[in-house]
């Protein structure tokens, strides 16, 4: 495909017609087109020539009991690719009429559209169970997903999580902290604030004060919290579903 044949072909068209909804089509169409050759990329590229095979490690083969296998749903997914694939090639070397050879190629390009994205195009294909192939697709969306299960959904330090109740004690801007995830929270500036009154020589002694829940470390937990407030969030994170607050415990 000539972008740049096709923009000229566009514009002729463009001055022949009259028609206003006519022109805003075309004109929508050039813009396009300007804009895929100013940005450098080819059409060509869009079309996969290569099919990326992902690590073993990520489609595993699990032993079960009694000699068994369980395996991921991508292996048999590739599997349909590489059979198809190879079921293509003997046709066409042994010559076979053309529409064999083209019923072959669509029955191959249906198994790389489930491989990578089942169900999108017509009926998913199905296990032994009957269940819809897990597809790349797949392992991608959704909370299940490879983003927001292993990249957005890992846990991280100083962060907790717990049941709201009401407290009609609290003011507008306050929250209350059960007092041990208040104590966790709080640990680096209790272990500091330890050290700077001469109460811990190291953090190591630090440590065990805290473990111990001496008197003193309640104290310093009481004005640690009134200089760092926390950040709440109650799903479903939406406009201002963040808020900040004071502690009390």
Known sequence: MDLEQECEQLREELNETNSET???KLTKRIKLLEAFVQS???PEWMILTVLPVLPPDLRPLVPLDGGRFATSDLNDLYRRVINRNN?????LDL?????IVRNEKRMLQEAVDALLDNGRRGRAITGSNKRPLKSLADMIKGKQGRFRQNLLGKRVDYSGRSVITVGPYLRLHQ????????????KPFIYGKL???G???TIKAAKKMVEREEAVVWDILDEVIR??????NRAPTLHRRVSRHLNRY
């Not at 079921?87 to 046709?91: G, H, Q, S, V």
């Open 22 to 24: 006519k022109r805003k």
């Open 40 to 42: 450098g990329n080819k």
């Open 87 to 91: 079921r293509l090639k003997r046709l």
């Open 95 to 99: 010559a076979a009429p053309d529409i």
């Open 175 to 186: 929250c209350g902290l059960p007092k041990k995830m208040a104590l966790e929270l709080f």
């Open 195 to 197: 050290e700077l009154r």
């Open 199 to 201: 109460l811990a020589t």
């Open 227 to 232: 200089e760092h407030p926390v950040l709440l």
